[in-house]
Antibody, heavy 117, light 111 residues
C-alpha cells in the first residue's frame, strides 16, 4: 500500500523560502506524476505543480516564478520550494500521486505551514 | 481563482438525495471527458468519490453518482447519511497552463 508523508517546518518567516518534502513508501516512483496541492484557510484546493521521474515539471502560472520542485528516486522523496513567501502562502500543503491522464487517488495527510514573523 | 464553479453549500436531511453542480468551460469539461469529485473531511486527506465523470473507486458507496452535460457536471448523493457531511470538490484537467483545476468547494450539511 503506497503511502505519502509530508514533512517540513510548520512556521516560515515572510520573504523566506518554504521547503517541504514528501516521502513515498510502499511503491515505486516510476511512471507517476508527483504533485503538490495546497488549501488556504477558508479556501479551496489549489494545484501548485507536478513533476515526474524524468525531472519534467509543470507549475501553476500564478506561482511559477516562485516554485521549484525536485525529485530524488534514491531516497523516494520529492520536494517543494516556494520563495519569497507571504501570509497568503499560509496553507495546508498536500503531496499527491497520479497516473498520467487521471487524478489523485493517493494523498499525504497534509502539513500546515504558517507564514508569520 | 478557481476555474470551476460550485455552490458554496448544500444541505439535506438523512435519507434524502442532494445534487452538487459544477460549472466549467470549454477548456476543461469541454476538452476532456474527465470529471473528478473529491470528498474532504477537515483534517484528513481528500478522497476520490467519482472519477471519469461517473465511475466510483473501489470502496466508495454506490450512493455516490456523477454525471455531466456539456460544461456542467453533477455529483448526487442519495440516501444522505451523517458521515457524508464534508466538503466536496469537483476537478478536471484543463487546456490552460494550469493543467489541473479544482472547484471552489461545496460544504454539505446533513440536517
Amino acid at each position: 500500500q503506497v503511502q505519502l508523508q509530508e514533512s517540513g517546518p510548520g512556521l516560515v518567516k515572510p520573504s523566506e523560502t518554504l521547503s517541504l518534502t514528501c516521502t513515498v513508501s510502499g511503491g515505486s516512483m516510476n511512471i507517476y506524476h508527483w504533485t503538490w496541492i495546497r488549501q488556504s484557510a477558508g479556501k479551496g484546493l489549489e494545484w501548485i505543480g507536478r513533476l515526474n521521474m524524468n525531472g519534467n515539471s509543470n507549475y501553476n502560472p500564478s506561482l511559477k516564478s516562485r516554485v521549484t520542485m525536485s525529485i530524488d528516486s534514491s531516497t523516494n522523496q520529492f520536494s517543494l520550494k516556494l520563495d519569497s513567501v507571504t501570509a497568503a502562502d499560509s496553507a495546508v500543503y498536500y503531496c499527491a500521486r497520479n497516473v498520467p491522464g487521471t487524478t489523485f487517488f493517493i494523498w499525504g495527510q497534509g502539513t500546515l505551514v504558517t507564514v508569520s514573523s | 481563482q478557481s476555474a470551476l464553479t460550485q455552490p458554496a453549500s448544500v444541505s439535506g436531511s438523512p435519507g434524502q438525495s442532494i445534487t452538487i453542480s459544477c460549472s466549467g468551460t470549454s477548456g476543461d469539461f469541454g476538452a476532456y471527458n474527465y470529471v473528478y469529485w473529491f470528498q474532504h473531511h477537515p483534517g484528513k486527506a481528500p478522497r476520490v468519490v467519482i472519477y471519469d465523470v461517473n465511475n466510483r473507486p473501489s470502496g466508495v458507496s454506490n450512493r455516490f453518482s456523477g454525471s455531466r452535460s456539456g460544461n456542467t457536471a453533477s455529483l448526487t448523493i442519495s440516501g444522505l447519511q451523517a458521515e457524508d457531511e464534508a466538503d466536496y470538490y469537483c476537478s478536471s484537467h484543463t487546456t490552460s497552463s494550469t493543467l489541473y483545476v479544482f472547484g471552489n468547494g461545496t460544504k454539505v450539511t446533513v440536517l
